[in-house]
């Protein structure tokens, strides 16, 4: 192989890799709290986001993240990249805790019946959500 030859595949090979890394798809916002209900932390659970107001021609894509001693952090194309900057219904269950730990009421599991909304801007968020029993 020429020298020529290796530098023009290496080239290639950077580039390529920079378009990995660069990621696909619309905006991402980083999103990371805490869920709590009535004061106390979920012990392990999920947290599932829907946007809800996004500019027209731009994809809606959905964000999770696992609950863990309460605390979330939501990924849309990779792990920890956040979430689309929007509106978005938030849906949330947990896992079953044997610790005698807070469960999620079943309204805040359905995206037709949960309360929670949460507004996601540009840059890094830090949204906590509480959950109160009279809700």
Do not use: W
């Not at 829907?50 to 894509?61: A, H, N, S």
């Not at 947990?94 to 540009?122: C, L, M, R």
């Amino acid at each position: 192989m020429k020298t020529s030859d290796f530098r023009y595949s290496s080239v290639c090979f950077v580039a390529f890799g920079l378009l990995l890394v660069s990621g696909c798809g619309p905006e991402t916002a980083q999103v990371s709290g805490r869920v709590t209900f009535d004061g106390k932390p979920i012990g392990k659970g999920e947290i599932i986001t829907f946007p809800q107001d996004l500019p027209e021609g731009i994809p809606m894509k959905n964000s999770s993240g696992q609950i863990v001693d309460g605390e979330y952090t939501l990924s849309t194309y990779g792990i920890g990249d956040g979430a689309q900057p929007a509106t978005h219904k938030v849906v949330m269950t947990n896992y079953e805790d044997t610790t005698g730990g807070p469960q999620i009421p079943p309204t805040f599991g359905n995206i037709t019946t949960t309360p929670v909304a949460i507004q996601i801007k540009s840059g890094v968020n830090r949204i906590d959500i509480e959950i109160a029993e009279h809700l």
